[in-house]
């Protein structure tokens, strides 16, 4: 879903950053927005209507409905991700536009590494352990490129304020 949002944002990005007309915070506040409001509508979608539709789908004698609950929870776990990686993504994508190709892809790096190592500890010892991998990853490269944005252009981080972020999120879910 954040794909094509963020190969055209990422085109428009960077040519309205280079001509300097000031435009690019707009930019980022309209594929926040539609983002927030694309990912509300799906997000309670899914949350409403997946452990139906999954037992609909798949009760059987070989896959009774216990399997099926467990596999709706795990599904419910993960489906905050997109909300993550898009922030991420976005983030990335801006300083990646404004030349900061070495450092952004070291901290991502690093991050890539912690996840790694983190692995080895709690993969095979929690039973969420993968789930809380890919939550753990995903929270390291957002928390990696915010950090990096922060230090190298704060101006551009205006989309991830507290007040800014909630109204998108509220405006979204009562256009539902």
């Not at 070291?106 to 939550?135: D, H, W």
Request: hydrophobic share 55%; net charge positive; proline share 3%.
């Amino acid at each position: 879903m954040i794909r094509p949002i963020s190969i055209i944002f990422f085109t428009n990005f960077a040519n309205i950053y280079y001509s300097g007309d000031g435009k690019f915070k707009d930019l980022i506040k309209m594929v926040t927005e539609n983002f927030m409001f694309m990912f509300s509508n799906i997000l309670i979608f899914i949350y409403l209507t997946l452990e139906y539709f999954l037992i609909l789908l798949l009760e059987s004698k070989k896959f009774p409905t216990e399997n099926i609950i467990l596999l709706s929870k795990t599904v419910k776990i993960l489906i905050f991700l997109p909300l993550f990686n898009c922030i991420y993504v976005l983030s990335r994508k801006i300083l990646v536009t404004i030349n900061r190709f070495e450092k952004t892809y070291l901290n991502l790096s690093i991050a890539q590494v912690i996840t790694s190592i983190t692995s080895l500890f709690i993969l095979n010892k929690v039973i969420y352990g993968p789930e809380l991998l890919i939550y753990l990853n995903v929270i390291l490269l957002l928390t990696f490129t915010l950090v990096l944005l922060k230090k190298e252009e704060p101006s551009l981080l205006f989309f991830f304020e507290k007040r800014y972020f909630i109204k998108t999120m509220m405006s979204s879910i009562l256009i539902i």
